[in-house]
């Protein structure tokens, strides 16, 4: 479905980028998400699998862009819900992102460490 791109980045550091190859498939995997944020109706595993990546990568903002696309960024986050390992993988790509993983957690005098990034936004909700 995809094929590596080499290249630099600032004319230096090696990069691989992976682009689409059929586009017929990659339509199909976009119908098939278009439909779950659209319907509402509960995804099937392989499709909240996706929407947990896609959110977590940032895809929602390439996929549905501006302000007309915000409900549906909105709605491509709340499917994580419909896939509890994906939504696990999401939040842990999400804090690599943001950093977090580095952060060394911190724990003082028998409190527990306080979550960090995406993860403390998810309890919070």
Request: net charge positive; aromatic share 2%; hydrophobic share 40%.
């Amino acid at each position: 479905m995809v094929h590596a791109v080499e290249g630099q980045m600032c004319g230096v550091l090696p990069t691989t980028r992976y682009q689409a190859t059929d586009t017929a498939i990659s339509r199909e995997i976009r119908a098939r998400l278009d439909s779950a944020i659209r319907t509402g109706v509960p995804p099937d595993p392989r499709t909240a699998a996706l929407a947990a990546l896609a959110h977590a990568v940032g895809l929602g903002k390439h996929l549905y862009p501006g302000n007309e696309g915000r409900s549906s960024r909105s709605r491509l986050r709340d499917l994580i819900r419909h896939d509890p390992m994906g939504g696990l993988v999401a939040h842990a790509v999400m804090d690599v992102q943001n950093g977090a993983a580095a952060q060394p957690r911190r724990s003082g005098q028998g409190v527990p460490a306080q979550p960090r990034g995406s993860m403390a936004r998810a309890a919070a909700h």
